[in-house]
């Protein structure tokens, strides 16, 4: 079955870090590109960061210099290492397939202190 799902949310206070995977299964996970968008209660959901198939990645000036995106294909997962966390990246973290309708469920990240 073709699933995408991602872990690693959880409550940090401000200045932490943490680090998010999406795990896929059912694809062919090294012929996609991947990214990571998030939505916080009350906004619209909004792109975060992508990783090609090949490995050139880029990401929201909103996050720039503090999140990266990184894959491992042997291991068919994305991460999203996060640094310098701040209150305004609460949000639920959903990770997707490049050109596709395919979601993971998502994993709430609480930055609070």
């Known amino acids: 079955q073709e699933q995408l799902v991602e872990s690693g949310g959880g409550l940090v206070q401000p200045g932490g870090s943490l680090r998010l995977s999406c795990t896929g299964s059912?694809?062919?996970?090294?012929?996609?590109?991947m990214a990571w968008y998030r939505q916080a209660p009350g906004r619209q959901r909004e792109w975060v960061a992508s990783i090609t198939s090949t490995g050139t990645t880029t990401s929201a000036d909103s996050v720039k210099g503090r999140f990266t995106i990184t894959r491992d294909n042997a291991q068919n997962t994305v991460y999203l290492q996060m640094n310098s966390l701040k209150p305004e990246d609460t949000a639920d973290y959903y990770c997707?397939?490049?050109?596709?309708?395919?979601w993971g469920q998502g994993t709430q990240v609480t930055v609070s202190s």
């Open positions: 059912g694809i062919i996970f090294s012929n996609y590109g």
């Open positions: 997707k397939v490049i050109n596709r309708r395919f």
